[in-house]
């Protein structure tokens, strides 16, 4: 069994920052890309960034330039630092990652359980 647990989430003023993270656990083979999406009420989920086993990142434009994603292949986590957060960005973030659990198993996508950031004055 696969888990992604996501810890960092909270109230924050405008301009400030948070740090969330995503630490992956259970029966893990291999580990590919990791990312992180979000989710404001009444809307779709989002892509705001992901990041590749090797590195290369990709962000949501509305993003770009204030978030950086990070991850620790030693310890199955990945990082979302985010800066100059806006009212905007209120919303549920969830921690994604394409896990093979085992050698004789594909990939598989797994989703935490989410995460509240709320940026309010």
């Known amino acids: 069994q696969v888990q992604l647990v996501e810890s960092g989430g909270g109230l924050v003023q405008p301009g400030g920052s948070l740090r969330l993270s995503c630490v992956a656990s259970g029966s893990i083979f291999s580990i590919n890309a990791m990312g992180w999406y979000r989710q404001a009420p009444g809307k779709q989920r989002e892509l705001v960034a992901t990041?590749?086993?090797?590195?290369?990142?990709n962000y949501a434009g509305s993003v770009k330039g204030r978030f950086t994603i990070s991850r620790d292949n030693a310890k199955n986590t990945v990082f979302l630092q985010m800066n100059k957060l806006k009212p905007a960005d209120t919303a549920v973030y969830y921690c994604?990652?394409?896990?093979?659990?085992?050698?004789?198993?594909?990939?598989?996508?797994?989703w935490g359980q989410g995460t509240q950031v709320t940026v309010s004055p």
């Open positions: 994604n990652a394409l896990i093979m659990a085992s050698a004789y198993t594909y990939w598989d996508d797994y």
């Open positions: 990041i590749a086993l090797g590195g290369i990142t």
